[in-house]
């Protein structure tokens, strides 16, 4: 969530949840959308084929910076969906569509505490008079915003995520909304494909704003966590929790992003480095679900005060984005992770071949492609390869001392670059969804450990889950 000290716009006042207002307001954007079509097209008329492609690319951006805008303005679930798209879409959207839908996670205008303080009033009756209540949010979000408060009992310090008023009734019709008004873009191939991520889509949002399985899902990972003094997650106070509204204890710490953190010696950074990574690990090989949204919000980091006798702890803020994946999809990615370890071809290209009886995708793959496929995830997997295994791992990707250093290795820039060269990267025009997901999340964990400048030894990584042969 987004920091509502760096807000320039003023609350809003006003939310458009009412199924009425968000179509006149989805219609108005496509109206005005086809008129930017047809003018676009006659001014192309008598254009050459070339300053066609180029006026089509430029026409692109700005139709897919209109769409955004118009988002924008209606918040809720139709803004989550895009965020959804833009961290998912890239295999099956046009870059013009997922580069102006990234923006959408700065629009971080919150609304006026009049509209907040209706929503816990109708959550929490007469118990909100038990709490003194800040009325600047800590942080908004598509969906919600999150209040600090004080229990005036206790003097306890906690914090409120409050679901905006009729999101979660709108869910189904915004969704259909967003397939509207991308329709009439004309700018995104109307496909099977299509469908199957936005019912996928639709499944997550009504996960995300039934805030009970937050609160069940936020109390497990606590009870995971609760012998590991490396991790925080916030304690759920279940009596002032409701559907729509999760109060938990307030919990402090940095941004990743913070100066603290960029000062921290070598050795504090690898640690924090190496508990975010091995979350990861135990979501594949132990767990079977996933946090699934890797956002630098949903991590705080709190800095021991006495480091010589303290450990530096990973604060986990949200537990909406959690997906249950089944035994299958969890035996190949293991699969493909343990023959990373060991950089065993052999081993890669069994992982594959035994993924295509479970998955289309993979089973339709020609001999050539799955044979590019195990040198890309190869490379892909070189922070977990064993040095001593591994000869492609680039120098000046490990230190003295063998461990791997993400922000020197320009590992995401090698993937791009081998995928561009091969048909892999053809065929992977529209993979499983479920594929992406963990691809997101590796993604995602590269970034967080490319920004902290974390190193980490792949042997302390993976020693809990194989053994060297």
Known sequence: MANPQNYDNQPLEQLKTSALDRRLSIAKASLNIGRRWAT??????????????????????????YLVDELGKLKGSVVKIGQMLALY???????????????????????????????LRTELGDTIHEFDIDHTPIG??????????VHKATGEQVVFKVQYPNIADAVDSDLDLFRQLLKVTNVVPQTRQLDAWFEEIRDLLHHEVNYLLEADTTELFFQRFAGDSRYVVPRILKA???????????EDGVSILDEQIFALPQERRNAIGQASIEIMLREIFEWGDMQTDPNFGNYLIRLAQQPDTQLDQLVLLDFGAIRQFDDNLLLIARNLLLAGVFHDRGKMRQA????GKHFEFFAN??????????ELCLLASEPFSLPSRNPTIPPHALDVHGNYIWAESDL?????????????????????KELMFI????????????????RTKAHDLMATFTSED
Not at 412 to 431: C, E, G, M, Q, W
Request: aromatic share 10%.
């Open 89 to 119: 879409g890239e295999h099956f959207l046009p870059s013009e569509i997922t580069e102006a839908l990234q923006t959408l996670n700065s629009q971080t205008t919150a609304f006026s505490w009049s509209i907040i303080e209706s929503a």
């Open 140 to 149: 908004t979000a598509s969906l919600s915003q999150v209040h600090r408060a």
């Open 412 to 432: 995401h820039n090698r993937v791009i670059k081998l995928a561009s060269k091969s048909a892999t990267s053809k065929s992977f025009s529209v993979p499983p």
């Open 352 to 355: 594959i071949d035994q993924a």
């Open 439 to 454: 691809s997101r999340k590796f993604i995602g964990a590269y970034t967080f450990m490319t920004v902290l400048d974390a």
């Open 240 to 250: 002032y929790s409701t559907d729509r509204l999760l109060c938990m204890t307030y």
């Open 365 to 374: 793959l020609s001999d050539s492609v799955k044979n590019d496929m195990v």
């Open 40 to 65: 676009n097209s006659a001014f192309g008329l008598f254009k050459s084929k070339e300053e066609k492609a180029v006026q089509k690319q430029a026409f692109m951006r700005e139709q897919a910076q």
